[in-house]
């Protein structure tokens, strides 16, 4: 009798915790908060959602901006990066004339371009590239219909994993300081002294061939247009997106980069062919700041904190250019002089450079 008692306590107590997969997040996607005013929709009766900016008859209510809630189903929409999120409001901010109240279940439009949504994890910070955590779910709701690109990702082994065995190989089997070492330097001279010699940056990386034929070549002239052509007026707060977009563009990447925050982009990159100067212990003592870096490096920045990190393309030699994300800063200032890297450079937490990544 105690033994059949024990095994119905059991019972019951699986039965109060499972819930259905659908019902639960995605471990890193959290939370969303709106920033802007969006209308929530409802489904037809065939449980069809219509986005039509003509359809209003399915609008069930306006989403004030700053209300939050959590993700409860979203749903691939033929256009890529374009998604039905199903949201369950947890928080309606108030100064805004609405019928929407926290616990309502409301279907609204997210688009990568224009996303109008900001994800966070658990630890509060913003994910900057939320589709794989989307599409984790859409697989939960059994909704399959998954853009192309995507497939790329989510088939086979992870791309960040996807190395080859040989280690040393890992990166394309390029020799970074081969012809610097053994064209550049005259006997007794060290490279500081090399680039005074050479005025500038330019003059200095000139000896090295493969970072010439990298830095002028087709693929960064096209991903620095691309970046400057979509470029946004201030900051968005996807500065990674906007860099894989370009990668993608100019073919520097083969597929979309899957990774959340921009100080994992050095291993996402590093996936999609490309190395890190930073590695190189030669170049890791000339490359001081991002000026030192050659053209069309993109560079990642990180802290000792849980904060997502920054990426930039360096659009020219030394000075000479300015570093694009989503956003131009409008100077010839990297991350590394924005007011929030000074602020934590002042409560002792510095961002520094961890990764100046071309393609060989």
Known sequence: MVYFKSLINIMISFCLS???SWSQNVPELQEIVFSGNIFGRSEDSQGQLNFDRQNLSNITSVVPKGSEGTVVETR???????????????????????????GDEVWVYFSDVNPWLSFRN????????PEVDL???AKRNGNALIPPI?????????????????????????????EASSSALSPGEN?????????????????????????????????ISHSIRNKKKYSTGYCYRYVKRSLLASGL??????????????????AQGMVNLLEDSMYSKIIQNPSDAPKGAVIVYANDTKEPGDVQ??????????YLSDFDPQSKNSFLDSPKARRYAREGKPYRMIGVMIKP
């Open 18 to 20: 499972w819930t259905p």
């Open 76 to 102: 691939p929409l033929k256009k890529r990066g374009t998604y039905g999120l199903k949201i369950r409001l947890t928080k309606v901010a108030p100064g805004t004339k609405t019928k929407a109240v926290e």
């Open 122 to 129: 658990k630890e509060g910070m913003e994910i900057q590239d």
């Open 135 to 137: 599409l984790t779910i």
């Open 150 to 178: 995507q497939k790329t990702i989510l088939q086979g082994p992870d791309p960040n994993e996807a190395l080859v065995a040989d280690k040393t190989k890992a990166q394309g089997d390029f020799c970074l300081h081969c």
């Open 191 to 223: 490279l500081r002294e090399l680039i005074n010699k050479n005025k500038t940056m330019a003059g200095y990386w000139s000896h090295n061939s493969k970072i010439m034929e990298y830095s002028e070549g087709s693929a960064v002239k096209k991903m």
């Open 253 to 270: 990447a083969r597929s979309y980069p899957p990774g959340r925050y921009a100080k994992n982009a050095v291993k996402d990159l590093k």
């Open 313 to 322: 393309i360096k659009t020219d030699w030394g000075n000479e250019g300015t």
